[in-house]
Structure formats: structure tokens, C-alpha cells
């Protein structure tokens, strides 16, 4: 149900209002709209 | 499974660039020309009901699936009390030819009620009232409001008659969508996989520098607002088709920063 990886965030990050975008991959077959994940970094 | 065909997905690509390149959230984004897969405008939905029954209950339950490239064909589920001293909602109305009329033969159904008060619906073939395909093993499971849950509507549909698609989801369990007491404010679902995939993470919105976040997404269709998305299963994609996600935050000079990881695991 659901995809997964690590994301790791790199320690002189600003913290605050970050976004995460996921897309599908161009070699796939699926496509996809790209989406803007809002994050917080802390 | 259908898939979408390269020339299709070639054809999408060029029309949609500058759209999919910069969609923020789920949010419509404008392009010059059309584009042949939309975002669809949730706010613009029609949720008028052409003809409703004579109900039982004094409230119902009400929302709403979209069917077609852009969504552009509605299909109303409303559910209502065989009895109206019984809690449960065991009665559903589903506009299966999606013309707005819930009063037609052949669209009531009548749920298996369990032992705990939750009310099953099974309807076995459910055609598309867009495409016409035979989507099969329609599942949609009412649950009283608990202790521990509140209430809720679950569906899990095998689209096609090959792979499953489920939802509603959301950021977080509490959030999952129930379905509404009147249709103004029923949640709107998009089930399948036949437009392209969007994405919708699972309990991590906060990032902690300096560490490392097992970053969760659902595949599939946004909804109306948060929880009311549906997916497809761990099983549906390869590892070659893993979506890949990138960090985009500043440094604390205020320098881009990219962290750039393929989602390959499942669960």
C-alpha cells in the first residue's frame, strides 16, 4: 500500500517550510503528476 | 491492468510540461493548451442529485466517486437505515449509471449487518459509467462511529478485474474521510488507475535535520480534501517503477538544497 525510502535531510538544512516532491520515474510506464508534499523541517 | 500506452503518456508529457513540472499539492495548475489528464477541480464539482429516494432514516450519508479520464462522470453513494431506530447504515443507493437518479431498479442494496454493528456491501460487477470496463468485487464497508475509530466508509474495488484499488487514505488514520450528511458536503473520491498517479505521504511531514526520515507515500488519486485518497496496493508497482522523491529546502544561507532518494521499499 505504501512506497518508501529514506530520506535523509543534511544538518545545515533551514528549518521550517521545506516540500517533498514525488514523481514517477520517466523510465516508468505509469505516469504521474508530479506533487509537492508540504514537510516541516526541524 | 490497463496501462497507459508510451505514445499516450509522450502525448501528456508535452501538453502538460510546464503543469506537471510545478503542481503544487494537488492544486489545479494552468497550461496554455489542453491537456489530455487534468487535475481535477474538486471546488468545481457539480453535487447536485437529479432524484433521491424516499428515505427511512431522518439522515443520511452521502459521497461521491468520480469515474473517467478527468472525472468527469459522477456517481453518488448514499446510504440510509432499513430502520430508523437501528444505528447502522445498512442501505445503499448507488447511481451505477451515474445519471442522477438513485430511484432506479437494480441500485438499492441491502447490506450484511456483523455482530459489531459494521455493514457490508458487496456488489459484484460495477461497470464504468465512463469507459464501460467491468470493475469487479466492490467492496464498501460502513463502520459506526467507536471508542477507538470514528465512524467510517471503506471501499476496495479490483478495477478492471485485475488489481486492487482501496481507499479512502489520508496523512494520518484520524483524518480518513467519512462519508457526509448532506452532499454539499460529501467527500469525493477518484478510484482506479487510469489517469497518472499522484501521491499522498503517510505520517511524516516533519524532518528532522541532520537525520534520516523513512519517507511513506501512498500511490494513487486525490480526493476532495485530506483522507480521501485512493490507492493502489504494495503489490501494484516494481521496483523499477519505484517514484522517486526530492528534498527541496535552502541551506541556512539560504542556498538550494536537493536530496534526491527512489522509494523502492514496500509495505
Redesign the interface.
Known amino acids: 500500500?505504501?512506497?518508501?525510502?529514506?530520506?535523509?535531510?543534511?544538518?545545515?538544512?533551514?528549518?521550517g517550510a521545506?516540500?517533498?516532491?514525488?514523481?514517477?520515474?520517466e523510465?516508468?510506464?505509469?505516469?504521474?503528476?508530479?506533487?509537492?508534499?508540504?514537510?516541516?523541517?526541524? | 491492468m490497463r496501462?497507459?500506452s508510451?505514445w499516450t503518456?509522450l502525448v501528456?508529457?508535452v501538453l502538460?510540461a510546464a503543469?506537471?513540472?510545478?503542481?503544487?499539492?494537488?492544486g489545479p495548475a494552468a497550461t496554455a493548451a489542453e491537456p489530455t489528464?487534468r487535475?481535477i477541480d474538486f471546488a468545481a464539482i457539480d453535487r447536485s442529485i437529479k432524484k433521491l429516494p424516499t428515505f427511512l432514516s431522518s439522515e443520511q450519508r452521502y459521497g461521491l466517486l468520480l469515474f473517467g479520464r478527468n472525472g468527469e462522470t459522477r456517481m453518488w453513494a448514499v446510504m440510509d437505515r432499513s430502520d430508523p431506530k437501528r444505528a447502522p447504515f445498512d442501505v445503499l443507493y448507488l447511481d451505477l449509471d451515474a445519471d442522477g437518479d438513485l430511484t432506479e431498479a437494480g441500485e438499492r442494496f441491502q447490506g450484511d449487518t456483523t455482530s459489531v454493528g459494521r455493514v457490508n456491501f458487496l456488489i459484484p460487477i460495477l461497470v464504468d459509467p465512463a469507459t464501460k470496463a467491468e470493475h469487479t468485487e466492490v467492496s464498501i464497508n460502513w463502520r459506526p462511529k467507536s471508542d477507538r475509530l470514528p465512524e467510517g466508509t471503506r471501499f476496495k474495488i479490483r478495477w478492471r478485474g485485475g488489481k486492487i484499488t482501496?481507499g479512502p487514505?489520508g496523512p494520518y488514520s484520524k483524518c480518513y474521510q467519512p462519508f457526509a450528511t448532506t452532499p454539499q458536503d460529501a467527500p469525493v473520491f477518484v478510484p482506479g488507475?487510469d489517469r497518472?498517479?499522484?501521491?499522498?505521504?503517510?505520517m511524516?511531514?516533519?524532518?528532522?535535520?541532520?537525520?534520516?526520515?523513512?519517507?511513506?507515500?501512498?500511490?494513487g488519486n486525490?480526493g476532495s480534501r485530506p483522507g480521501s485518497f485512493f490507492?493502489?496496493?504494495?503489490r501494484f508497482?516494481g521496483t523499477?517503477?519505484?517514484?522517486?522523491?526530492?528534498?527541496?529546502?535552502?541551506?541556512?544561507d539560504?542556498k538550494p538544497?536537493r536530496?534526491h532518494?527512489?522509494?523502492?521499499?514496500?509495505?
Open positions: 500500500m505504501l512506497c518508501h525510502g529514506s530520506v535523509r535531510v543534511p544538518k545545515n538544512a533551514k528549518p521545506a516540500v517533498v516532491r514525488v514523481v514517477m520515474p523510465s516508468s510506464s505509469y505516469g504521474s503528476f508530479a506533487t509537492d508534499i508540504p514537510v516541516t523541517i526541524k | 496501462r497507459i508510451t503518456l501528456a508529457a502538460n503543469a506537471l513540472a510545478t503542481a503544487q499539492d494537488g489528464y487535475l482501496m487514505y488507475f497518472p498517479f499522484q501521491f499522498q505521504h503517510w511524516c511531514d516533519k524532518l528532522q535535520r541532520g537525520n534520516a526520515t523513512e519517507f511513506k507515500v501512498f500511490v486525490r490507492c493502489v496496493n504494495d508497482l523499477k517503477d519505484s517514484p522517486e522523491a526530492t528534498l527541496i529546502c535552502t541551506d541556512l539560504g538544497l536530496y532518494v527512489k522509494l523502492t521499499s514496500r509495505c
